[in-house]
């Protein structure tokens, strides 16, 4: 899977069900009367609502899968980057109008230009926006959440490097060779101390 894949398929699925939320919203704004509500639902081409749970649990397949993808690759010290945030503003609009277009066409067989102008549209229309910031932050809030898992996995916890120094794997002592004190007028003229490095166990 590429890493542009990757993304998509991290963002789509909560794109698509954040939008459905704001699509059933609109209705419940535009129609609170249940029964009415029912009948503008039959009447556009709304009887597909019924495999709803089904399509639901693909998209959380699918989101199981790409956060799997990811906490792999971020032991792989591959991090993910999510998608531009103003994508998380328009996919949603667009699938919105999408869908609520062909729900007519496929009810009535005529391209229904009209669609605009019922109630509905435009309540939706403008849910698409806090619905889009919702996945965008639910998304951000997933990778990061997976990225740290894979580095946890991976044994690699952030810590602070200091470029240009070495880093002993292990512990030692450092012990200093004292100079006797008979040799201390030669001091100047005698060998520099050495340090012996002592591997501790």
């Known amino acids: 899977m590429t890493r542009r894949g990757l993304n998509w398929l991290v963002a789509l699925p909560l794109v698509l069900v954040g939008s459905q939320i704001a699509h059933g919203a609109a209705y419940w704004w ?3 009367e249940a029964s009415l509500r029912a009948s503008v639902l039959q009447q ?12 639901l649990a693909l998209a959380a397949a699918a989101e199981l899968l790409a956060l799997g993808v990811t906490v792999l690759d971020a032991a792989r010290h591959r991090p993910a980057r999510l998608l531009p945030p103003w994508l998380f503003a328009v996919l949603p609009l667009l699938a919105y109008t999408l869908q609520e277009h062909l729900e007519r066409l496929l009810a009535g067989g005529v391209f229904p230009w009209w669609a605009a102008l019922d109630p509905t549209f435009w309540r939706g229309a403008l849910l698409q926006l806090p619905v889009g910031l919702a996945a965008w932050l639910v ?3 997933l990778l990061r959440t997976a990225t740290v898992v894979g580095r946890r996995l991976a044994g ?3 810590r602070p490097v200091l470029r240009g120094a070495r880093v002993l794997s292990r512990p030692c002592e450092v012990a200093m060779l004292r100079v006797a004190p008979i040799a201390g007028s030669a001091a100047g003229r005698a060998p520099p101390c050495e340090v012996v490095a002592t591997t501790t166990s």
């Open 30 to 32: 535009a129609y609170p």
């Open 44 to 55: 556009t081409g709304h009887d597909y609502l019924a495999y709803a749970p089904m399509l």
């Open 139 to 141: 998304a951000r809030a």
């Open 156 to 158: 690699t916890k952030h």
